[in-house]
Protein backbone atom coordinates (compact mmCIF):
# COMPACT_ATOMS: atom_id res chain seq x y z
CA UNK A 1 0.00 0.00 0.00
CA UNK A 2 1.24 3.31 -0.98
CA UNK A 3 0.22 6.98 -1.94
CA UNK A 4 0.76 8.39 -4.89
CA UNK A 5 -0.61 12.34 -5.99
CA UNK A 6 -3.00 11.93 -3.07
CA UNK A 7 -4.32 8.90 -3.32
CA UNK A 8 -4.17 5.08 -2.23
CA UNK A 9 -2.31 3.21 -4.73
CA UNK A 10 -3.04 -0.81 -3.78
CA UNK A 11 -4.70 -4.08 -4.35
CA UNK A 12 -8.98 -3.81 -4.11
CA UNK A 13 -7.80 0.04 -4.03
CA UNK A 14 -10.41 1.76 -6.43
CA UNK A 15 -11.91 5.28 -6.59
CA UNK A 16 -15.30 7.23 -6.41
CA UNK A 17 -15.73 10.81 -5.43
CA UNK A 18 -17.75 12.34 -3.12
CA UNK A 19 -18.90 15.81 -4.13
CA UNK A 20 -18.57 16.94 -0.35
CA UNK A 21 -15.48 18.08 0.36
CA UNK A 22 -14.40 21.50 1.30
CA UNK A 23 -11.07 22.48 0.32
CA UNK A 24 -7.49 21.69 1.29
CA UNK A 25 -6.09 21.42 4.07
CA UNK A 26 -4.43 24.30 5.73
CA UNK A 27 -0.44 24.09 6.86
CA UNK A 28 0.47 21.52 9.28
CA UNK A 29 -2.81 19.49 8.66
CA UNK A 30 -3.55 16.53 8.40
CA UNK A 31 -2.41 15.52 11.66
CA UNK A 32 -4.95 13.25 13.25
CA UNK A 33 -7.02 9.93 11.28
CA UNK A 34 -10.35 9.14 12.59
CA UNK A 35 -11.24 5.60 12.59
CA UNK A 36 -15.56 5.26 11.94
CA UNK A 37 -17.40 2.22 11.61
CA UNK A 38 -20.54 2.30 9.08
CA UNK A 39 -23.62 0.81 11.04
CA UNK A 40 -23.85 -1.44 8.18
CA UNK A 41 -22.06 -4.13 6.88
CA UNK A 42 -22.43 -2.97 2.97
CA UNK A 43 -19.49 -1.57 1.18
CA UNK A 44 -22.01 -0.28 -1.58
CA UNK A 45 -24.47 0.96 0.45
CA UNK A 46 -21.63 3.26 2.59
CA UNK A 47 -20.27 4.34 -0.41
CA UNK A 48 -23.73 5.21 -2.07
CA UNK A 49 -24.81 7.26 1.37
CA UNK A 50 -21.39 8.74 1.50
CA UNK A 51 -21.95 10.49 -2.54
CA UNK A 52 -25.57 11.37 -1.94
CA UNK A 53 -25.47 14.89 -2.01
CA UNK A 54 -28.61 15.06 -0.03
CA UNK A 55 -26.68 13.46 2.63
CA UNK A 56 -24.27 15.92 5.22
CA UNK A 57 -21.45 13.02 5.53
CA UNK A 58 -18.48 12.04 3.68
CA UNK A 59 -14.90 10.57 4.27
CA UNK A 60 -11.75 9.66 2.66
CA UNK A 61 -12.28 6.17 2.18
CA UNK A 62 -14.51 2.92 3.03
CA UNK A 63 -12.76 -0.18 3.68
CA UNK A 64 -15.12 -3.52 3.34
CA UNK A 65 -14.97 -6.45 5.36
CA UNK A 66 -12.93 -8.40 2.07
CA UNK A 67 -10.31 -5.70 2.25
CA UNK A 68 -11.70 -3.65 -0.55
CA UNK A 69 -10.67 0.29 -0.44
CA UNK A 70 -13.19 2.73 -2.17
CA UNK A 71 -11.32 6.37 -2.06
CA UNK A 72 -13.84 9.00 -1.75
CA UNK A 73 -11.58 11.97 -1.76
CA UNK A 74 -7.90 13.14 -2.28
CA UNK A 75 -5.86 12.53 0.53
CA UNK A 76 -5.14 16.29 0.94
CA UNK A 77 -8.79 17.29 1.46
CA UNK A 78 -11.15 18.18 3.96
CA UNK A 79 -14.22 15.81 3.94
CA UNK A 80 -17.60 16.03 6.13
CA UNK A 81 -16.69 12.80 8.85
CA UNK A 82 -16.10 14.34 12.19
CA UNK A 83 -19.24 16.87 12.44
CA UNK A 84 -19.17 18.67 16.08
CA UNK A 85 -16.17 17.44 17.56
CA UNK A 86 -13.66 17.97 20.50
CA UNK A 87 -10.59 16.60 22.25
CA UNK A 88 -8.81 17.55 25.01
CA UNK A 89 -5.31 16.74 24.57
CA UNK A 90 -2.31 16.91 27.94
CA UNK A 91 -1.28 20.57 26.52
CA UNK A 92 -4.24 21.90 24.32
CA UNK A 93 -7.97 21.32 22.77
CA UNK A 94 -8.55 20.45 19.45
CA UNK A 95 -12.22 21.61 17.71
CA UNK A 96 -13.72 20.79 14.26
CA UNK A 97 -11.59 17.73 13.54
CA UNK A 98 -13.02 17.97 9.55
CA UNK A 99 -10.45 20.62 9.24
CA UNK A 100 -7.46 18.55 10.47
CA UNK A 101 -7.84 14.41 9.74
CA UNK A 102 -8.22 12.12 7.64
CA UNK A 103 -11.33 9.82 8.08
CA UNK A 104 -11.45 6.30 7.74
CA UNK A 105 -15.57 4.20 7.43
CA UNK A 106 -15.12 0.64 8.41
CA UNK A 107 -17.87 -1.53 6.80
CA UNK A 108 -19.30 -2.55 10.29
CA UNK A 109 -22.54 -2.79 11.79
CA UNK A 110 -21.89 -1.74 14.96
CA UNK A 111 -23.74 -1.89 18.09
CA UNK A 112 -25.96 -5.05 18.00
CA UNK A 113 -29.31 -6.06 20.43
CA UNK A 114 -29.63 -9.87 21.96
CA UNK A 115 -32.79 -11.23 21.63
CA UNK A 116 -33.08 -14.42 23.16
CA UNK A 117 -30.46 -16.64 21.38
CA UNK A 118 -29.88 -14.09 18.96
CA UNK A 119 -28.41 -10.89 17.60
CA UNK A 120 -29.91 -7.96 15.48
CA UNK A 121 -28.36 -5.05 14.06
CA UNK A 122 -30.40 -1.68 14.51
CA UNK A 123 -32.23 -2.36 11.19
CA UNK A 124 -33.36 -5.38 12.94
CA UNK A 125 -31.38 -8.13 10.27
CA UNK A 126 -29.76 -10.82 12.45
CA UNK A 127 -26.33 -11.14 12.58
CA UNK A 128 -24.17 -14.40 13.32
CA UNK A 129 -23.16 -15.42 16.99
CA UNK A 130 -19.58 -16.26 14.96
CA UNK A 131 -19.49 -12.28 14.65
CA UNK A 132 -20.49 -11.00 18.03
CA UNK A 133 -17.66 -9.26 20.18
CA UNK A 134 -18.89 -9.02 23.77
CA UNK A 135 -16.99 -5.69 25.38
CA UNK A 136 -17.33 -2.61 27.12
CA UNK A 137 -17.28 0.70 25.87
CA UNK A 138 -14.18 3.61 26.44
CA UNK A 139 -17.31 5.80 27.41
CA UNK A 140 -18.55 3.18 29.57
CA UNK A 141 -19.24 5.70 31.81
CA UNK A 142 -21.96 7.20 29.44
CA UNK A 143 -22.55 4.14 27.25
CA UNK A 144 -24.01 0.78 28.49
CA UNK A 145 -23.99 -1.38 25.17
CA UNK A 146 -22.74 -4.55 25.34
CA UNK A 147 -22.78 -6.70 22.19
CA UNK A 148 -21.05 -5.60 19.08
CA UNK A 149 -20.06 -6.84 15.32
CA UNK A 150 -16.75 -7.61 14.68
CA UNK A 151 -14.46 -6.75 12.26
CA UNK A 152 -12.96 -8.93 9.64
CA UNK A 153 -9.03 -10.15 10.30
CA UNK A 154 -8.42 -9.28 7.09
CA UNK A 155 -10.03 -5.78 7.44
CA UNK A 156 -7.79 -4.58 10.32
CA UNK A 157 -4.84 -5.70 8.13
CA UNK A 158 -5.93 -3.23 5.55
CA UNK A 159 -6.95 -0.27 8.07
CA UNK A 160 -3.32 -1.13 9.52
CA UNK A 161 -1.81 -0.60 6.28
CA UNK A 162 -3.83 2.40 5.19
CA UNK A 163 -2.60 3.52 8.64
CA UNK A 164 0.99 3.10 8.09
CA UNK A 165 1.01 4.46 4.28
CA UNK A 166 -0.40 7.90 5.82
CA UNK A 167 1.78 8.43 8.40
CA UNK A 168 4.59 7.81 6.09
CA UNK A 169 3.18 10.34 3.33
CA UNK A 170 1.85 12.84 5.66
CA UNK A 171 4.63 13.05 8.53
CA UNK A 172 2.14 16.15 9.87
CA UNK A 173 -0.06 12.74 11.22
CA UNK A 174 0.53 12.45 15.32
CA UNK A 175 -2.95 11.17 16.40
CA UNK A 176 -5.29 8.20 15.85
CA UNK A 177 -8.40 9.02 17.32
CA UNK A 178 -11.86 7.31 17.08
CA UNK A 179 -14.99 8.87 16.62
CA UNK A 180 -16.23 7.93 20.03
CA UNK A 181 -13.29 9.53 21.49
CA UNK A 182 -13.72 13.23 19.62
CA UNK A 183 -17.88 12.97 20.04
CA UNK A 184 -18.35 10.82 22.87
CA UNK A 185 -21.68 12.21 23.74
CA UNK A 186 -22.85 11.37 20.52
CA UNK A 187 -21.02 8.67 18.77
CA UNK A 188 -19.89 4.77 19.88
CA UNK A 189 -17.45 4.20 16.71
CA UNK A 190 -15.57 2.30 15.93
CA UNK A 191 -16.19 0.31 19.49
CA UNK A 192 -14.35 -2.09 21.76
CA UNK A 193 -14.25 -4.64 18.58
CA UNK A 194 -11.80 -2.48 16.81
CA UNK A 195 -8.30 -2.66 17.95
CA UNK A 196 -7.83 1.10 18.59
CA UNK A 197 -5.29 1.18 21.12
CA UNK A 198 -3.33 -1.52 19.22
CA UNK A 199 -3.29 0.33 16.34
CA UNK A 200 -1.92 3.31 17.84
CA UNK A 201 0.87 1.20 19.48
CA UNK A 202 1.95 -0.24 16.24
CA UNK A 203 1.86 2.98 14.54
CA UNK A 204 4.02 4.50 16.96
CA UNK A 205 1.86 7.29 16.96
CA UNK A 206 0.81 9.23 20.51
CA UNK A 207 -1.46 7.25 23.01
CA UNK A 208 -3.96 8.92 25.44
CA UNK A 209 -3.38 8.55 29.50
CA UNK A 210 -5.07 6.22 30.93
CA UNK A 211 -8.79 7.47 31.77
CA UNK A 212 -9.95 8.00 35.47
CA UNK A 213 -12.16 5.32 36.91
CA UNK A 214 -15.22 6.36 36.24
CA UNK A 215 -18.07 7.38 39.10
CA UNK A 216 -20.37 4.94 40.46
CA UNK A 217 -23.14 4.44 38.50
CA UNK A 218 -26.37 3.48 41.01
CA UNK A 219 -29.22 1.95 39.02
CA UNK A 220 -33.06 2.25 39.98
CA UNK A 221 -35.50 0.12 40.42
CA UNK A 222 -37.11 -0.29 37.11
CA UNK A 223 -40.37 1.27 37.22
CA UNK A 224 -39.05 4.54 39.08
CA UNK A 225 -40.52 7.80 38.53
CA UNK A 226 -39.71 11.03 38.88
CA UNK A 227 -41.45 14.23 38.79
CA UNK A 228 -39.50 17.67 38.29
CA UNK A 229 -39.80 20.36 40.87
CA UNK A 230 -38.37 23.05 38.21
CA UNK A 231 -37.90 23.45 34.24
CA UNK A 232 -34.51 21.10 34.08
CA UNK A 233 -32.02 20.76 30.99
CA UNK A 234 -31.74 17.33 29.73
CA UNK A 235 -28.41 16.76 28.43
CA UNK A 236 -26.31 14.09 26.99
CA UNK A 237 -23.83 13.44 30.19
CA UNK A 238 -24.03 14.17 33.55
CA UNK A 239 -22.46 17.59 33.99
CA UNK A 240 -23.56 20.96 32.56
CA UNK A 241 -20.30 20.66 30.32
CA UNK A 242 -22.79 18.01 28.14
CA UNK A 243 -24.89 19.37 25.38
CA UNK A 244 -28.62 19.09 25.54
CA UNK A 245 -30.19 16.46 23.61
CA UNK A 246 -33.88 17.35 23.75
CA UNK A 247 -36.47 19.67 24.82
CA UNK A 248 -36.11 20.94 28.41
CA UNK A 249 -38.36 18.71 31.52
CA UNK A 250 -41.16 21.10 32.41
CA UNK A 251 -42.32 21.11 35.67
CA UNK A 252 -44.15 18.78 37.35
CA UNK A 253 -43.11 16.67 34.29
CA UNK A 254 -43.03 12.99 34.86
CA UNK A 255 -39.57 11.20 33.53
CA UNK A 256 -37.89 7.15 34.11
CA UNK A 257 -35.52 7.05 36.16
CA UNK A 258 -32.64 4.49 35.33
CA UNK A 259 -29.19 5.56 37.25
CA UNK A 260 -27.48 8.03 39.08
CA UNK A 261 -24.17 9.76 38.94
CA UNK A 262 -23.09 12.13 41.54
CA UNK A 263 -26.66 13.72 42.12
CA UNK A 264 -27.33 13.34 38.65
CA UNK A 265 -30.01 11.39 37.07
CA UNK A 266 -30.05 9.23 33.57
CA UNK A 267 -33.87 9.59 32.73
CA UNK A 268 -35.75 8.66 29.34
CA UNK A 269 -38.27 11.19 28.15
CA UNK A 270 -41.08 10.62 25.36
CA UNK A 271 -40.66 12.99 22.76
CA UNK A 272 -42.99 13.43 19.80
CA UNK A 273 -42.99 15.87 16.96
CA UNK A 274 -43.45 15.61 13.24
CA UNK A 275 -40.86 14.09 10.71
CA UNK A 276 -40.28 13.65 6.66
CA UNK A 277 -42.18 10.24 6.07
CA UNK A 278 -39.21 10.05 2.98
CA UNK A 279 -36.64 9.35 5.88
CA UNK A 280 -38.62 6.77 7.39
CA UNK A 281 -38.58 3.10 6.42
CA UNK A 282 -41.54 1.01 8.26
CA UNK A 283 -39.84 -2.27 9.98
CA UNK A 284 -43.04 -4.22 10.48
CA UNK A 285 -41.99 -5.92 13.84
CA UNK A 286 -44.55 -5.01 15.64
CA UNK A 287 -47.64 -3.27 13.71
CA UNK A 288 -47.94 -1.20 10.51
CA UNK A 289 -47.01 2.23 11.93
CA UNK A 290 -43.72 1.20 13.68
CA UNK A 291 -40.48 2.96 11.82
CA UNK A 292 -36.63 3.14 11.62
CA UNK A 293 -34.83 6.01 10.84
CA UNK A 294 -33.01 5.69 7.32
CA UNK A 295 -31.49 9.27 7.25
CA UNK A 296 -27.84 10.05 8.86
CA UNK A 297 -29.92 12.34 10.92
CA UNK A 298 -33.47 13.33 11.02
CA UNK A 299 -35.11 16.60 12.69
CA UNK A 300 -38.11 16.40 14.96
CA UNK A 301 -40.57 19.01 14.61
CA UNK A 302 -43.49 20.62 15.94
CA UNK A 303 -45.63 20.65 13.37
CA UNK A 304 -45.13 20.05 9.42
CA UNK A 305 -42.11 22.59 8.32
CA UNK A 306 -42.77 23.98 11.89
CA UNK A 307 -39.84 24.76 14.29
CA UNK A 308 -37.31 22.05 15.84
CA UNK A 309 -38.35 20.58 19.09
CA UNK A 310 -35.37 18.29 19.59
CA UNK A 311 -31.89 17.18 18.29
CA UNK A 312 -32.15 15.06 15.26
CA UNK A 313 -32.78 11.43 15.23
CA UNK A 314 -30.08 9.05 14.55
CA UNK A 315 -30.07 6.81 11.89
CA UNK A 316 -31.41 3.45 12.79
CA UNK A 317 -33.38 4.77 15.65
CA UNK A 318 -36.98 3.32 15.92
CA UNK A 319 -39.62 5.38 16.08
CA UNK A 320 -43.97 4.66 16.26
CA UNK A 321 -45.75 6.73 14.14
CA UNK A 322 -49.69 7.54 14.75
CA UNK A 323 -50.60 9.75 12.58
CA UNK A 324 -50.05 11.78 8.62
CA UNK A 325 -50.40 14.73 7.28
CA UNK A 326 -48.98 14.86 3.75
CA UNK A 327 -45.71 14.15 3.72
CA UNK A 328 -45.38 14.08 6.89
CA UNK A 329 -45.63 11.66 9.65
CA UNK A 330 -46.21 12.35 13.38
CA UNK A 331 -44.10 10.14 15.65
CA UNK A 332 -43.21 9.30 19.27
CA UNK A 333 -39.80 8.51 20.16
CA UNK A 334 -38.01 7.84 23.49
CA UNK A 335 -34.67 9.70 24.62
CA UNK A 336 -32.26 9.37 27.17
CA UNK A 337 -30.26 12.22 29.12
CA UNK A 338 -28.98 13.32 32.31
CA UNK A 339 -30.73 16.40 34.47
CA UNK A 340 -29.73 17.50 37.61
CA UNK A 341 -31.31 15.55 40.39
CA UNK A 342 -31.39 18.17 42.86
CA UNK A 343 -34.65 19.05 40.75
CA UNK A 344 -36.40 15.58 40.77
CA UNK A 345 -38.52 14.23 43.31
CA UNK A 346 -39.55 10.16 43.98
CA UNK A 347 -40.84 7.91 46.18
CA UNK A 348 -37.42 6.00 47.51
Known amino acids: MEIKNHKLVGDKVTFEATPKISGEYQTGSPDTIIIHYTGGNSLRAAVNTLKNPKIKASAHMVVSREAEVVQMADLNVITWHAGTSSYIFPDHTKQTFNKYSIGIEISNDGYLTKKGSKFYNSFSQEVSADFVFEGTH ?3 DRVSLKYWHTYSEVQV ?6 CEALIKEYPT ?8 EIAPTRKVDPGPAFPLDDLRKQMNVWIPPAKPAAPERKKFPIGTVGTATAVLNFRSGPDTKFETVAETVQKNEKVMLLSEINGWFEVEQDIEGWVSKTYIERDGTDDDKDG ?7 NI ?13 SKGQKVEIYDTNGEWLKIVTRAKGWVFGKYITYTK
Do not use: C, D, F, M
Open 292 to 298: VVSANVL
Open 173 to 180: IKYILGHE
Open 301 to 313: RSAPNGTKVAKPL
Open 157 to 162: KKVYEI
Open 138 to 140: RNS
